[in-house]
């Protein structure tokens, strides 16, 4: 078992910044893809970026590309997301999710563990 807890949403104004934090514990993270996953209300989950197992490989939703940007450290069992140039339409909960697989994948239904979510808001 993996658990993952998020940190670091918020309020944040457009053109803004904002740094998101998912610190897994249970298993060591560095045998699992790790993804970025936003949903709005009333609207189907989206993927956002993922990570391979020893970062070498990332992989962005095109309305984020050039903005996001996803990262881990093994050594702390901690993945992040640096979000830029934030616009209003990012606004979402935001999830951490896990794959114990080998290949990369945009899709949610092949990860195996999530967070609880963080919100982000971004305002005019």
Known sequence: QVQLVESGGG???????????????????????????????????E??????????????????????TISRVNAENTVSLQMNSLKLEDT??????AAGRLEMTRNGDEYNYWGQGTQVTVSS
């Open 11 to 45: 309020l944040v104004q457009a053109g803004g910044s904002l740094g998101l934090s998912c610190a897994a514990s249970g298993r060591s993270i560095s045998n699992y893809i790790m993804g970025w996953f936003r949903q709005e209300p009333g609207k189907e989950r």
């Open 92 to 97: 979402a909960v935001y999830y951490c999710a």
């Open 47 to 68: 993927f956002v970026a993922a990570v391979s197992r020893r970062g070498a490989v990332t992989y962005y939703a095109d309305s984020v590309k050039g903005r996001f």
